[in-house]
């Protein structure tokens, strides 16, 4: 198995070029189950995830094909009216393909996704919504079988109990070919969420966002049409809190600060500097870096669950008990036991850790868990002296486009071993 060796410590300086937002290719990708046609959807970032669906949607008999950046989409008819097991379970995002299908073809079934490393994520939003919509769900066998009778979905009034990218993204893609208007209340209105119904926009639907309600107002057929994915905010959060970690100086071209606000802000509160380039490329640096007291994942626009990792390893060496709490997922603190390897002095009490001082911290031989922890491993070993070995970096491939590359070329010293 391949793992990422990093000599540390090391500073960044230099320009990376932003991917596409794997967070928004997924949903994307998987709409296109709703429209006739074919189509190019751009800045698809080249990633294990994007081109694990790929292979999920050609394994139900779509026409489709990854070259480069670009999702070719020739045809996107289902044969198949089962997502199974092997894949879904690998890879959750999956869930959201219910939804589409099951708008366009009366019958699907779809393999529970089961639980993952960062907590139980249930799926009762999506089918709680779904059932109101007409469909009969049946979990058997570890699958959800989904039926319809009538021609079309019903269209939904109805407010989820709590906020779901996933479950937003799957319901109000149903919505698009449902029977009148409906109407998503607590929606998510994350940059990807917003990013996949200007899409459907694109391809002919008719969906309006105000606040956290989401209007959709069904349509007889959609038809695909280019499209280019946004950036990956996620991404572009993680250099910049390793340019923090390190005191150094990064361009970023591609990046919409847009996406970021609220990050930004408690970042440039820490001692980062923003210097605006032109529309799509900033300068980011920071001297010195000051401890932060306390700050609480939420959804958008507050401070994002996949950077709370990232912001755990940057504020190592300059905390003073500095306070992160984890509201969205119950589990997701798995990269704690690895940040100690580094010597780093971390407390965990339910959902809240603290973050104490450590002045000298030394590389090792670690483990990657999920795909944003793992960047939090990245940025430990560029701080620290020694060598790290990171393992498991599969899960660095499903979120990273060529990371390694992107941090070479900005002065780490890093390279892949088999
Ligand atoms: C979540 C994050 C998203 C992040 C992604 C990958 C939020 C709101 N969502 O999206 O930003 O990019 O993980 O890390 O920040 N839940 C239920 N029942 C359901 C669906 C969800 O209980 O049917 C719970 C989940 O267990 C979780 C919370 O709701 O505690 C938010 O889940 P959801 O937004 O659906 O997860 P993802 O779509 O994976």
Known sequence: MQTVVIQGPSTLKGQINISGSKNASLPIMISTLLSKGNCFINNIPNLRDTRFLASILKDLGCRVDFQKNTFVVKSSAIKKKSADYEYVRQMRASIVILGPAISRYKKFKIAL??????????????????????????????????????????????????ISVGATQNILMA????????????????PEV?????????????????????????????????????????????????????????????????????PLKIYQDMGLKIKKISKSSYEFYCKKLKPIKKI???????????????????????AIKSRVI?????????????????GANLSIIGKTVTIHKTLNLFGAEVMAT??????????????????TVINRIYHLDRGYEDFDLKLKKCGVNIFRKK
Request: hydrophobic residues 40%.
């Open 113 to 162: 996704p089961g639980g993952c490393s960062i907590g139980t994520r249930g799926i009762d939003l999506h089918l709680d919504a779904l059932t109101k919509m007409g469909i009969k769900i049946l979990i058997k066998n570890g699958y959800v079988i989904a039926e319809r009778k009538k021609d079309k979905l019903n269209s939904i009034n109805h407010k989820f109990p709590k």
């Open 175 to 190: 919505a698009t070919l449902a029977d009148g208007i409906s109407k998503l209340k607590n929606c998510a209105i994350e």
């Open 194 to 262: 917003i990013d996949l119904i200007n899409f459907l926009n694109t391809c002919g639907a008719n969906i309006k966002v105000k606040n956290r309600t989401i209007t959709i107002k069904g349509a007889e057929e959609l038809n695909l049409e280019d499209y280019k994915v946004i950036s990956d905010r996620i991404e572009a959060g993680s250099y910049i809190l390793a340019t923090m970690a390190t005191k150094g100086r990064l361009r970023l071209n591609n990046f919409n600060p847009d996406d970021l606000t609220f």
């Open 296 to 318: 609480s994942t939420k959804e958008f626009p507050g401070y994002p669950t996949d950077l709370q990792a990232q912001l755990i390893a940057t504020q190592l060496k300059s």
């Open 326 to 342: 984890e509201n969205i997922f119950e589990n997701r603190f798995i990269h704690i036991p690895e940040l100690r390897r580094f």
């Open 370 to 387: 999920d795909i944003r922890a793992s960047f939090s491993l990245i940025i430990a070993a560029m701080m620290s002296k020694g060598t």
